[in-house]
């Protein structure tokens, strides 16, 4: 081995960048594993059909997903290729009304409103929201929060109306559910046991 040679450093330079070349590709397939739709970490669109709940779980100092029974959404059963439909326009509604600029999504946003990620899950929607506007379920329930958010504030910040229609609030709930099911690590904190209102 000649440490002046050139060569050995090329050789060096070129044989690390190939081997990190593999290691990125394999961390690459490996990271879409989990968060890709279907995949280890991310539910499929027509996880909406059933109940989601969750457990603390010790071992990951989180809060895991528990994807139990049927619970299909505004009561009716909806095929992959529905959900999927249903994804594609809440998540339009979303970008087209830039909730971001007031919420938070897996990270992304702001936090004038409260973090939306697991919003599914907020037990104000059964507490306060259900009684509040006389709706029998919870997904009623935000449909008619989100077509009249300035109708039934609960807290010290409003939330304007952003003319949702109907067909656009229900939409964005299927999406709020789908995106409850995620698991995200136990992101954000203390969802469901702490009201951040
Ligand atoms: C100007 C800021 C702002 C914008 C834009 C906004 N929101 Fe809100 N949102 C709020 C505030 C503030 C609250 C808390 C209102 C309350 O509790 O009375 C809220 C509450 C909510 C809640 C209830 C959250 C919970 O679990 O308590 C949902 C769901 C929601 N917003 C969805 C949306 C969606 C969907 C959009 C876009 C179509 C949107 N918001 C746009 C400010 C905003």
Known sequence: MNFQ??????????????????????????????????????????????????????????????IGGPQPLFGKVVTEAEATRLMEKGKLVIQSRNCFNCHTFLGNGAYYGPDLTKSWLDPAWSQIWMPMTGKATREDAMVEF???????????????????????????????????SIDTNGFPAGFGRLNPQ
């Open 146 to 180: 989100l077509m009249h958010p300035d109708k039934y504030p609960t807290w010290s910040r409003e939330m304007p109306n952003m003319h949702l229609s109907e067909d656009e609030a229900r939409a964005t709930v299927a999406y709020l559910k789908w995106l409850s």
């Open 5 to 66: 040679d050139p060569l050995f450093w090329r050789a060096g330079a070129v044989s690390t960048t190939l081997v990190m070349l593999v290691v990125l590709a394999f961390l690459t397939i490996d990271s879409y594993n989990y968060i890709s739709v279907g995949g280890r970490n991310v539910p499929k669109y027509d996880v909406i059909n059933q109940e989601i709940g969750y457990k603390y779980d010790w071992a990951r100092s989180a809060d895991t997903p528990v």
